[in-house]
């Protein structure tokens, strides 16, 4: 099955609300990575979360190694925000971090 | 300046020519990485380098090859295009597996 599962799929939400993604992983965790992709662009690491809760401006990471989880949580959303957030998990310090499929966010006005 | 460069940025190729798609970065990243992107699938990792000339297959090496020459420079060589080839690949860079920095993409259609 699956190393790395986000939820949800896709989330709609009116500007100004939060928002909570998620990624479980079934495998061991050397490191954990958020990034975000545009429509047809590239993506942007936001965090480099191997453990713990990082913060920077309106996001949130938290990676708890134990439950084998990581979420990303977006506050007061901005329609700027849509796009989809990926999440990415290095097991075992090779290097060769493996994908989820994504979280695909909307947010209107 | 901390980026990833890809070139070229959009290709058309019929089956069977042979495409290289070539990468740069100008942070001294010893780790690159080779993804394709596609639809209901997500990033898979095709080949990543380690440092020069040493380089490791990833999830779906087959059809493709890679050359690491320079530290700087990573190339993704498709020897006779197929059509289920046609993707976006995106080349990233890292150092040690840190945060990865990904250029703007390849946009291949193999016809």
């Known amino acids: 099955g699956q190393q790395v599962q986000q939820s949800p799929a896709s989330l709609v939400l009116q500007e100004g609300e939060n928002a909570e993604l998620q990624c479980n992983f079934s495998t061991s965790l050397n490191s954990m990575q958020w990034f975000y992709q545009r429509p047809g662009g590239s993506l942007v690491s936001l965090f480099y979360?191997?453990?713990g809760t990082k913060h920077s401006g309106r996001l949130t990471s938290t990676t708890v190694i134990k439950e084998r989880r990581s979420s990303l949580h977006i506050s007061s959303s901005q329609t700027t925000d849509s796009g989809t957030y990926l999440c990415a998990l290095e097991p075992g310090g090779s290097a060769k971090l493996i994908f989820g499929e994504g979280t695909k966010l909307t947010v209107s006005s | 300046d901390m980026k990833v460069t890809q070139m070229p940025r959009y290709l058309i190729k019929r089956m069977g020519e042979n495409v290289l798609l070539e990468c740069g970065q100008d942070?001294?990243?010893?780790?690159m990485y080779w993804y394709r992107q596609d639809p209901g699938l997500g990033l898979q990792l095709i080949y990543i380098?380690?440092?020069?000339?040493?380089?490791s297959e990833g999830d779906i090496p087959k059809g493709y090859r890679v050359s690491r020459k320079k530290r700087e420079h990573f190339s993704l060589i498709l020897d006779s295009a197929k059509t289920n080839q046609t993707s976006v690949y995106f080349c990233a860079s890292s150092l040690q597996g840190n945060t990865l920095y990904f250029g703007e993409g390849s946009r291949l259609i193999v016809v």
């Open positions: 979360n191997p453990s």
């Open positions: 380098s380690y440092d020069v000339d040493s380089n």
């Open positions: 942070m001294s990243h010893e780790t």
